[in-house]
Structures are given as C-alpha cells and as structure tokens.
Nanobody
Framework: QVQLVESGGGLVQPGASLRLSCAAS????????LGWFRQAPGKEREFVAA????????YYALSVKVRFTISRDNAKNTAYLLMNSLKPEDTAVYYC????????????????????WGQGTQVTVSS
C-alpha cells in the first residue's frame, strides 16, 4: 500500500512555472511507477506524464512535452512535476498515481493500471 499527497498547486499567470510534489508514505515507494494526470472542469481525466520506478524512463503527453518535467527522489519518497510556460489550458486538478512495478523501466499511461491515487491539487493559469 502507498498513500499519496500532492502539493504545490496554485494560481499563476500564463508563462509562469510551478512545481508540484507528490509525497508518498510506505517503504516501497521505489517499487512503483508513478504518473501525473489532470482533470479540467467538464472534461475527462487525462494522462500528463509518467516515470518508471527507477526514474530511468519517462513519458509525456504531447500537449506538455518539452514544457513539463517529471522526476522522482526515491530517497525522499517524493515525485515532482515541474511545469514551465504554463498556459490557461493547463488549468486543472492534478493527480499523482502509483502503479506497482517489478521492472525498473516500466511505466504506463493507462489510468486503470494505477492502483493508488492522491487527492489532487488545483492548478489555475489565468491573467
């Protein structure tokens, strides 16, 4: 089991940066691939970025590639999502999620493959 708590959201202007954090409980954090998803008002939740348990592999949605960076620090049981050049269309509740992994290179973009989810943090990009 792992419990996830996101933080770092807020209200920013277009072009600004934010770094979201996902703090995990439990001693097996390094056994999980992690993902970030987001849900905008009136829209389905969508995949944003994923990282393998070791951090060796990452993958991004096309809409955020180049602007966002996913990372993790297994010693601190924490994952991050650095978001640069934010746009109004990035406004959403951002969730981190964990997927059990037996491989250091595994990651997934599929919601149903993530067993554990945080409560979400709101990101609003507006002038």
């Amino acid at each position: 089991q792992v419990q996830l708590v996101e933080s770092g959201g807020g209200l920013v202007q277009p072009g600004a940066s934010l770094r979201l954090s996902c703090a995990a409980s439990g001693r097996t954090f390094s056994s999980y691939a992690l993902g970030w998803f987001r849900q905008a008002p009136g829209k389905e939740r969508e995949f944003v970025a994923a990282i393998s348990s070791t951090g060796w592999r990452t993958y991004y949605a096309l809409s955020v590639k180049v602007r966002f960076t996913i990372s993790r620090d297994n010693a601190k049981n924490t994952a991050y999502l650095l978001m640069n050049s934010l746009k109004p269309e990035d406004t959403a509740v951002y969730y981190c999620a964990a997927s059990p992994s037996s491989s250091g290179t595994y990651y997934t973009t599929e919601e149903n493959e993530y067993n554990f989810w945080g409560q979400g943090t709101q990101v609003t990009v507006s002038s």
